[in-house]
Antibody, heavy 121, light 107 residues
């Protein structure tokens, strides 16, 4: 059974760097075709894809946020970490990590519960 | 960048209705389209990928069609559990884009 869980601060100040961790089980990020993505959702708004990391350490980022994002993996801990620099109140959102449906393209079949991050001074 | 639009933004329907949601891409995306259902306070749930492939465990009243720039999600007979927001998602080798969502509420 695949599960994912996001963790990190619930409150960050403007200009700070956000670090979120996705801890997963039921699959390995060393297996061909596997990937983990990050998606966020501001309150009452639509989903926005942020980044994706693959089993081979390839990484893709949202073009609009690429300069602020870094995604990494720690296969020994079954974790994926997303950092976002220079946080702003508009970055207030629920942040989800999700498992990529293997060999079917960048489709997310299993999602974490999400973690709410508020950006405020 | 490819932009995704959905129509309508809100749809009011009754149990038993046939419901159709449209998703359009700003340029051809072949069949690289997925649909998700999201309920308030919950993570999205994958319904359909590659435009028309039903995800395992999803009821057969859900179906997807289309290719190129226009796609549809159809619910053949709306059930009480189906009142939710639906998102389309384009996926390519380099990027992922979600549509703005369509909320299906009770008439």
């Amino acid at each position: 059974q695949i599960t994912l869980k996001e963790s990190g601060p619930t409150l960050v100040k403007p200009t700070q760097t956000l670090t979120l961790t996705c801890t997963f089980s039921g699959f390995s990020l060393t297996t061909s075709g596997v990937g983990v993505g990050w998606i966020r959702q501001p309150p009452g708004k639509a989903l926005e894809w942020l980044a994706l990391i693959y089993w081979n350490d390839d990484k893709h980022y949202s073009p609009s946020l690429k300069s602020r994002l870094t995604i990494t993996k720690d296969t020994s801990k079954n974790q994926v970490v997303l950092t976002m620099t220079n946080m702003d109140p508009v970055d207030t959102a629920t942040y989800y990590c999700a498992h990529r449906l293997v060999n079917m393209g960048d489709v997310f079949d299993i999602w974490g519960q999400g973690t709410m991050v508020t950006v405020s001074s | 960048d490819i932009q995704m639009t959905q129509s309508p933004s809100t749809l009011s329907a009754s149990v038993g209705d046939r419901v159709t949601i449209t998703c359009r891409a700003s340029q051809s995306i072949s069949s690289w389209l997925a649909w998700y259902q999201q309920k308030p306070g919950k993570a999205p749930k994958l319904l359909i990928y590659k435009a028309s492939t039903l995800e395992s465990g999803v009821p057969s009243r859900f179906s997807g069609s289309g290719s190129g720039t226009e796609f549809t999600l159809t619910i053949s007979s709306l059930q009480p559990d189906d009142f939710a927001t639906y998102y389309c998602q384009h996926y390519s080798s380099q990027a992922v884009t979600f549509g703005p969502g369509t909320t299906v509420d009770i008439k």
